[in-house]
């Protein structure tokens, strides 16, 4: 799923398991309140995970203010725990062109973050 027109903050997070959960909000106050549900489901969304064939549960959220990417009003470019995301684009095989937002880390990284489409 692509990231509404509106977000403004747009956290990933990958469980041990491989279960992608990612969360957008057009404010901070709206990203504490996703966040803080995020934490208080984490139990169940383990639960629901490893009952689904995943192989183990995650570990609760602890912090994820490291991972947070702000985007500028002003087309500035986002950021991760690794720091300025690089901006890269191309096209697929079908012809069709891409862009996006990458994380720094090293290809291959275990906590590489997730591209944020443009």
Known sequence: ???????????????PDGTLINLYAASKEELEGLLSAAQDFSALIGSVSQSLGGASAPAPVRSAASSVA?????????SCRHGAMNLRSGVNAKGKSWSGYMCSAPKGAVDKCETIWA
């Not at 702000?70 to 986002?78: D, R």
Request: no cysteine; hydrophobic share 40%.
């Open 1 to 15: 799923m692509a990231a509404p027109e509106s977000t403004k903050f747009q956290v990933n997070f990958k469980t």
């Open 70 to 78: 702000p985007v500028a009003a002003s087309g500035g470019s986002p």
